[in-house]
């Protein structure tokens, strides 16, 4: 059993998760751990974000147009010298690399997680 606590829907209703397409990834060598720096267009009404993920199982050719899921309303966060502004989520497999949250289909950029 978990030892999170009980979330209401209002705290769920809360938490803005968006779906964005990555459109440039690049190297972050001086990240204490692994990973890259994306920019990801989240739609006309939030625009490009940055952020940084450790990601780096995937290359950066099979990231780039690939569709997203992001956390858009947690304050920026520094990371090193990096602004990282969005939160790219995921989970780990059983190695523990990260695998991304993403839509099965073709869905509008800027969508909202209901």
Do not use: C
């Amino acid at each position: 059993m978990t030892t999170t606590p009980i979330a209401t829907f209002d705290d769920f209703t809360k938490i803005d998760l968006r779906v964005g397409r990555i459109i440039e990834v690049t190297p972050f060598p001086e990240a204490r751990n692994p990973a890259w720096k994306l920019k990801v267009d989240l739609g006309e009404e939030i625009g490009i974000k940055k952020s940084s993920a450790q990601i780096t199982n995937y290359t950066a050719e099979e990231l780039v147009g690939t569709l997203v899921m992001a956390v858009v309303n947690f304050k920026p966060r520094q990371v090193g010298k990096f602004m990282s502004e969005v939160l790219v989520v995921g989970v780990p497999d059983s190695d523990g690399k990260i695998i991304l949250v993403r839509p099965e289909k073709d869905v509008p950029i800027g969508g909202r997680l209901h």
